[in-house]
């Protein structure tokens, strides 16, 4: 259960007079997540969705508001966190910034069908289409820069074998980036797992989860989809799954040669980086108590990593 903090009756009342919800209104706990504490609040027969930051001091935050307020006014289906009366969306609750959004329906598609897969493709490269009108901009935090910058400090915890495989791919992205210097960028999600997204049968009801969102190749979008929705059981990839998210991905927009090119070396380089993003988590953030049970393996993405490179 991912609740770090808990809601005071005397804040609970407060943010539901905010929004002119009934005093009578409940939080629940959400199980699953990792980093935030996230409550269900239900008010009469509805329901929301109320997301306190634990970490930060929500100054990114703000990014994230306009990009998702901006993505729903363009018709996305997007979580966008909800205005109070006064037309506030960004609150401190217990000395946390919170958002409350609304409740998505559906289900995160474990095993995710191909019309799903498709669905997935096709929503990613609308967002990059239309992520060329939003005008703000966000480095993205897990660059080829942001590699080689932390990449020095998991190398103790792996084998030999692990150091210099991790050392080598650092090395090749870095090619791969000179080499394709002129790859299309712009508004990108950067975190789009299946757990990011919900469908109501094959309906894709909403995506949530942008706090990776920033300006960064499209490419890499692409690939980290393709992967995890690829690797959804076992270490072997469903090519099936991945033929399904590119097809829909380039009904809507058509990959260039350099892109389709350069592709196979990003479905590498996004490998390596939930190998690294996950072996951080696990030796350098240790997660408290509560969050043990929900720390991702790093073993399965060094393992997509060696499947990727003999492909
Ligand atoms: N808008 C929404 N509608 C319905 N359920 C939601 C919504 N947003 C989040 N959830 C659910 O709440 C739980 C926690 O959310 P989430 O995974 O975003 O947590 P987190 O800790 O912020 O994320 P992360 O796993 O990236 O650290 C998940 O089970 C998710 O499915
Ligand atoms: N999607 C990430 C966790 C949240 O950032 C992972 O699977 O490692």
Redesign the pocket.
């Known amino acids: 259960m991912?609740v770090y903090t808990a809601v005071s009756a005397s804040e609970l009342t407060e943010l539901c007079q905010r929004y002119g919800f009934a005093e009578t209104s409940q939080l629940k706990g959400?199980?699953?997540?990792?980093?935030?504490t996230?409550y269900q609040l239900i008010s009469g027969e509805q329901r929301f969705?109320l997301?306190l930051f634990e970490q930060g001091s929500g100054e990114d935050l703000d990014y994230f508001v306009q990009l998702l307020s901006f993505l729903a006014t363009q018709g996305f289906a997007v979580?966008a966190p909800l205005p109070d009366l006064q037309g506030q969306v960004l609150h401190q609750i217990e000395g946390k910034p919170s958002l409350l959004?609304?409740?998505?329906q559906g289900q995160?598609p474990e095993q995710a069908n191909a019309i799903q897969a498709k669905a997935i493709g096709q929503w990613l490269a609308q967002l990059h289409l239309a992520g060329q009108q939003f005008p703000i901009q966000r480095p993205n935090q897990r660059s080829i820069e942001w590699l080689q910058q932390r990449m020095p400090d998991v190398l103790a915890f792996l084998s030999e074998d692990d150091q210099r495989l991790m050392q080598k791919e650092v090395a090749q992205f870095a090619e791969l980036l000179e080499t394709y210097p002129d790859l299309p960028q712009g508004v990108i999600h950067g975190?789009l797992f299946r757990?990011?997204s919900?469908f109501a049968g094959d309906e894709l009801t909403?995506v949530?989860?942008f706090?990776n969102g920033c300006t960064g190749h499209w490419l890499y979008d692409l690939a980290v989809v393709i992967n995890d929705w690829s690797f959804q059981a076992g270490d072997e990839p469903n090519t099936s799954i991945g033929t399904a998210v590119l097809a829909g991905y380039q009904k809507v927009r058509p990959l260039r040669p350099d892109e389709q090119q350069a592709l196979p070396g990003f479905l590498r380089a996004c490998a390596l980086r939930y190998w690294l993003s996950r072996l951080i988590a696990k030796h350098l953030s240790p997660p408290n108590e509560d969050q043990s049970s929900v720390i991702k393996d790093p073993e399965q993405y060094r393992k997509i990593l060696v499947l990727r490179k003999r492909a």
């Not at 959400?30 to 935030?36: H, K, L, R, T």
């Not at 959004?101 to 998505?104: A, G, V």
């Open positions: 991912a959400m199980a699953g997540g990792v980093e935030n996230t969705i997301t979580a959004f609304p409740f998505l995160h975190d757990d990011n919900f909403g949530i989860d706090y």
